[in-house]
């Protein structure tokens, strides 16, 4: 028995049955979670819990952050749109009408995310057209972290299906 070929008989690399695009997933969605509009996490927590220079520093890394966000919506914002909306075009038609695998699951990837990225803007307008500081901010973050977990979950999940259905349509049928 030859191990090597016995191996990648059992496991393909192809996408959706790669160990390596699974942990990609994982750690895509676990950073997209953790980093709620470039503020890490763990800030939004420390300051509540300790408030002071904590809820300082956290207001003053939102305020860059939705600063920088809103400027590069405003100055590129319509090519930002039109390049995403061309890549997930060419994505889903590679992936689904030509049976692209690779495509299939960047598809799978991006489109949810660019989905947090528009609620993310949404979120960066909010904080600043309400002047968001203290608990009104904490708690627009924890909504966006949320809503980022919500998608997470659920982009995982019918990516899981779709990649079991990919994998097990490449079975052969026993007759």
């Known amino acids: 028995m030859d191990w090597p070929n016995a191996v990648f008989e059992v496991i393909d690399t192809r996408s959706f049955s790669s160990l390596w695009f699974w942990i990609a997933l994982a750690v895509t969605w676990s ?35 939705v600063d920088r966000t809103l400027y590069i919506a405003r100055a590129g914002g319509l090519w930002l749109v039109g390049a995403l909306s061309f890549a997930l075009t060419m994505l889903a038609l590679l992936g689904f009408l030509y049976r692209v695998e690779v495509a299939q699951a960047l598809f799978c990837l991006l489109l949810p995310l660019s ?20 608990d009104a901010l904490r708690r627009e973050l924890r ?19 779709w990649g079991m259905y ?3 349509s490449r079975l052969p049928l026993a007759g």
């Open 31 to 65: 950073m997209a979670s953790h980093w709620v509009l470039g503020v890490p996490y763990d800030m939004v927590a420390r300051a509540a819990r300790r408030g002071g220079a904590a809820a300082h520093d956290l207001e003053e890394m939102v305020r860059i952050n």
């Open 143 to 161: 909504a966006q972290r949320l809503f980022t977990q919500a998608v997470g979950m659920l982009a995982i999940f019918l990516t899981a299906l």
């Open 115 to 134: 989905l947090v990225w528009v609620m993310g803007l949404r979120a960066a307008r909010r904080i600043r057209a309400g002047a968001l500081t203290g």
């Open 166 to 168: 990919q994998n097990l």
